[in-house]
């Protein structure tokens, strides 16, 4: 996978020859880190109740405990990765393919004129990794359309980019 977007972003594109279908943008690096982050400090913290308060009370032959959290923390740390390379998006002419999922792979097609509001989020946590989440609202209640972890330029070019084309594809019903 080479690195580099049209748009500037610093997320990897995958190269795709003309004629071979949308050009497929990943998500940045930035959205392992804060999940990689949330992941340590959670079970980390388990880990080390799960070992102290066994140890200390029933004796150190106890603190064993501590084992599992930490093999849970081993594993997850694998499998975020695996989801993280799983998620990517595209634009194309008349909608936005969203596309996710390791063991089910769920591909989400939005189409520009069926787009209601989209909306760029960013939690307290998301903005001291400096990113930001794209949510896009159609008339199917159903429509999970959510690309997280962007850096808010790309967010912010996005709903922009997918507004602008909405109203012109809505104009046009």
Same mark, same amino acid.
């Given at each position: &996978?080479?690195?580099?977007?049209?748009?500037?972003? $610093?997320?990897?594109?995958?190269? #795709?020859?003309?004629? @071979? %279908?949308?050009?497929?943008?990943?998500?940045?690096?930035?959205?392992?880190?804060?999940? +990689?982050? &949330?992941?340590? /400090?959670?079970?980390?913290?388990?880990?080390?109740?799960? %070992?102290?308060?066994?140890?200390?009370?029933?004796?150190? $032959?106890?603190?064993?405990?501590? #084992?599992?959290?930490?093999?849970? =923390?081993?594993?997850?740390? /694998?499998?975020?990765?695996?989801?993280?390379? *799983?998620?990517?998006?595209?634009?194309?002419?008349?909608?936005?393919?969203? *596309? +996710?999922? /390791? =063991?089910?792979?769920?591909?989400?097609?939005?189409?520009?004129?069926?787009?209601?509001?989209?909306?760029?989020? *960013?939690?307290?946590? !998301?903005?001291?990794?400096?990113?930001? *989440? /794209?949510?896009?609202?159609?008339?199917?209640?159903?429509? @999970?359309?959510?690309?997280?972890?962007?850096?808010?330029?790309?967010?912010? +070019?996005?709903? @922009?980019?997918?507004?602008?084309?909405? !109203?012109? +594809?809505?104009? $046009?019903?």
């Amino acid at each position: &996978m080479e690195t580099g977007n049209p748009h500037d972003t $610093g997320t990897a594109v995958e190269p #795709v020859s003309p004629g @071979d %279908g949308p050009q497929w943008i990943a998500l940045p690096p930035g959205l392992l880190k804060l999940r +990689r982050l &949330m992941l340590v /400090v959670w079970l980390g913290s388990l880990a080390l109740a799960a %070992g102290l308060v066994p140890g200390l009370l029933a004796g150190p $032959g106890w603190a064993g405990f501590a #084992v599992l959290p930490l093999a849970v =923390l081993a594993w997850g740390w /694998v499998m975020l990765e695996r989801n993280w390379r *799983s998620w990517r998006y595209a634009e194309r002419a008349d909608d936005l393919l969203i *596309s +996710r999922g /390791v =063991l089910w792979r769920e591909e989400t097609v939005v189409p520009y004129g069926r787009m209601q509001l989209v909306e760029v989020t *960013s939690g307290p946590v !998301e903005r001291h990794f400096g990113l930001a *989440s /794209v949510q896009l609202h159609t008339a199917a209640a159903a429509t @999970d359309a959510t690309i997280p972890g962007l850096v808010p330029a790309e967010a912010e +070019r996005l709903r @922009d980019r997918l507004t602008e084309l909405g !109203e012109a +594809r809505s104009a $046009g019903l």
